[in-house]
């Protein structure tokens, strides 16, 4: 299928308001599709192109409301409790959250005949064949049974399911500012020093436009239903390099606090098998890192300047 096929149809997007969901309505709306957005709140920007429906994933009675009045050809399931914090409170919202709103999106499209279903997968999850595999939070844990229960659907119910296994992204927009980029970006843009830990886990880095050019394909392609496929640069690179480079780009005189931070217990390296990805859905990474940091850098010194005002 070409870019042109989501072109008139009609999608649904959960999780709109967030990072990746926003920057993806915007994307689909430029296709031409019709897009249906989902979140507890609408995105502050509001884009007048976009249907929004307020509801939450957890509840299976609202997913099933809104997929029957939006009547998606196309599900992309975004919403999620994106916290990878390994405390026993996150048990319970990562479940509802990523598990429970994953099966409630696959039940409420495969009654309502969706054509396909695009769920986000992450890093974080175990290796596929990995005997007695320990997910390493309650969020992998949640995303892990996830793609189980995808290839359940598919296998019981015909529903295209395709996952996407989205690595570490970065770009402009980032709500959350504890994560590591916006929060050493904008620390370094105020004149502050970031604490962090050493820095030395390697990290699979992937810009949010390739994100989105992933759930494109992945709505569109004629393969990998019922599989994961990786969505990620396909290189390693130690958080402590690309902290380094934001120092570079933003002010390099002011001290980088390495070491201040414990490190977290399990983290996974792991990198995307983008060979894979771009045989299965012809999609493959074209944004080089010193680029997309670049323009995330510029994105947050203007949102800034805007919110200083
Ligand atoms: N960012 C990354 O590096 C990364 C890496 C791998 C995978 N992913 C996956 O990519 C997806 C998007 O991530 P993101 O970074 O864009 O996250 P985000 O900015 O935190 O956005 C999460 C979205 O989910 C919505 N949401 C959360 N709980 C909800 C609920 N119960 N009902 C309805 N909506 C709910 C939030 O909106 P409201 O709060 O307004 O409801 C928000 O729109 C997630 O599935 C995440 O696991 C992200």
Redesign the pocket.
């Known amino acids: 299928m070409s870019s042109e096929s989501l072109h008139g149809k009609r999608v649904l997007v959960?999780?709109?308001?967030?990072?990746?969901?926003?920057?993806l309505c915007r994307r689909l709306c430029q296709i031409g599709a019709q897009v249906h957005a989902?979140?507890?709140?609408?995105?502050a920007d509001g884009d007048a192109r976009l249907h929004w429906w307020?509801?939450?994933?957890?509840?299976l009675d609202?997913v099933r409301g809104i997929v029957i009045a939006a009547r998606p050809d196309v599900v992309f399931?975004?919403?999620?409790?994106?916290v990878g914090a390994r405390e026993r409170e996150q048990v319970m919202?990562t479940f509802?959250?990523?598990l429970m709103?994953s099966v409630n999106v696959m039940l409420a499209a495969s009654e309502a005949g969706c054509r396909r279903v695009v769920?986000?997968?992450?890093?974080?999850e175990p290796e596929d064949g990995e005997a007695e595999a320990v997910p390493c939070s309650p969020?992998a844990a949640a995303?892990w049974a996830s793609s189980g229960y995808a290839r359940m659907f598919r296998a019981l119910y015909q529903l295209d399911v395709v996952t996407?296994?989205?690595?570490?992204?970065?770009g402009p927009g980032?709500?959350?500012l504890k994560?590591l980029i916006p929060y050493v970006t904008l620390a370094l843009l105020r004149g502050e020093s970031p604490k962090l830990s050493s820095g030395q886990r390697q990290v699979d880095w992937?810009y949010?436009d390739d994100?989105v050019e992933g759930f494109v394909a992945a709505a569109e392609a004629n393969d990998g239903i019922g599989q994961t496929v990786d969505?990620g640069s396909g290189a390693l690179v130690p958080i402590r390099a690309v902290v380094e480079r934001l120092g570079r780009l933003i002010t390099p005189d002011i001290k980088l606090q390495f070491g201040a931070l414990p490190e977290r217990p399990l983290e996974r390296v792991r990198v995307a098998d983008t060979v894979r990805t771009q045989k299965v859905l012809g999609w493959q990474p074209s944004v080089p890192l010193e680029k997309g940091l670049k323009q995330t850098v510029d994105w947050y010194g203007r949102w800034l300047k805007e919110h200083a005002q």
């Open positions: 959960t999780g709109a308001s967030g990072f990746i969901g926003s920057h989902l979140s507890r709140t609408e995105h307020r509801g939450d994933v957890a509840e609202a399931h975004l919403a999620s409790h994106v919202p509802r959250a990523n709103s769920l986000t997968g992450s890093l974080e969020y995303k996407l296994r989205v690595f570490m992204v970065y980032q709500g959350d994560k992937i949010v994100v969505i």
